[in-house]
């Protein structure tokens, strides 16, 4: 019989593994920082003393995010997903989320429609291996002096409030960001999240018809980034910044669609994801 319960540290370890039979390459630090985000947010499934799924999700006010499902593979098609992502949506509700978004793999778009999420738009996840040296404009850095105007502006197009997410990101030193802003007005901002030999480029937000302020920012971010592993994920209808991503060296390698339960939180923006993982 299943049982859902909170993904405990203890529990790190085989929630690596069953995360990594998707070729996910996670780490239990990931399973730290969601935990470190949504307190409560990550679960376990058990059959009995068995333990055979995962799933995380975090909430930011009126908008939440489900993130990783996996479950072993001798219990799929047999309820123990849907089993996962309504015990998320339950607590997010919960939270008071009001609009769940998660970004969804093309074979699974059936089984999220069926549990009532719906297409918003589809998304490519762009890589490139070894990133050539970008030339770039020099923009100024995002500190604790521009974070809240940051994040109000951010919270303005993504509909909740991403914080707790941002701050872990810009004021982490090892990571970069950029903004532009003209008379105290925030016209858009990046980030990517730096690793030893990888990186992910976004969240970025800029404001619509600023192709330019956004490409500005992107080469910012990226002329850091030189030789490393560097991800991203775009819209697919964004064709100014998949040009530029296409022209120093990144290539699609797959994609998802965005889905949501309840209304659409989604603002009119130039936008690169976070993560999959959490919007």
């Given amino acids: 019989m299943f049982e859902i319960k909170p993904l405990c540290e203890s529990d790190y370890v085989f929630a690596v593994e069953l995360a990594n039979t998707m070729n996910w390459d996670m780490a239990v630090e990931d399973f730290i920082f969601m935990a470190s985000l949504e307190s409560g947010g990550c679960f376990l499934l058990c059959d009995d003393a068995k333990y055979v799924g995962i799933a995380t999700c975090v909430s930011y006010g009126k908008v939440g995010w489900f993130g990783n499902l996996v479950v072993s593979e001798e219990y799929r098609n047999k309820g123990a997903g849907s089993a996962l992502v309504n015990h998320a949506i339950t607590h997010l509700h919960s939270k008071g989320v009001k609009t769940v978004g998660l970004y969804a793999y093309p074979h ?27 030339r770039a404009d020099a923009l100024p850095k995002i500190g604790n002096a521009e974070l809240s105007n ?15 997410l941002l701050e872990s990101i810009v004021l982490d030193e090892l990571n970069t960001s950029r903004y532009v802003a003209e008379n105290d007005k ?7 999240t730096v690793y030893k030999t990888a990186a992910w480029v976004g969240p970025l937000i800029c404001r619509p018809q600023r192709g330019d302020i956004a490409i500005a920012l992107v080469k910012s971010v990226l002329s850091e980034l030189s030789t490393k592993s560097v991800y991203t994920v775009i819209p697919k209808k964004d064709k100014v ?10 290539r699609e390698v797959f994609f998802v669609s965005r889905m949501f339960l309840g209304y659409s939180s989604a603002k009119d923006c130039i936008y690169l994801s976070e993560s999959l993982e959490r919007g």
């Fill in 241 to 250: 910044l998949s040009s530029l991503f296409f022209e120093v060296g990144f």
């Fill in 108 to 134: 699974l778009l059936g089984f999220y429609g069926k549990l009532g999420f719906r297409i918003d738009s589809d998304f490519s996840v762009l890589h490139a291996p070894n990133l050539s040296r970008v």
């Fill in 150 to 164: 940051i994040v109000r502006f951010d919270s303005c197009f993504f509909g909740g409030n991403r914080q707790k």
């Fill in 186 to 192: 925030v016209l858009g901002y990046a980030a990517a």
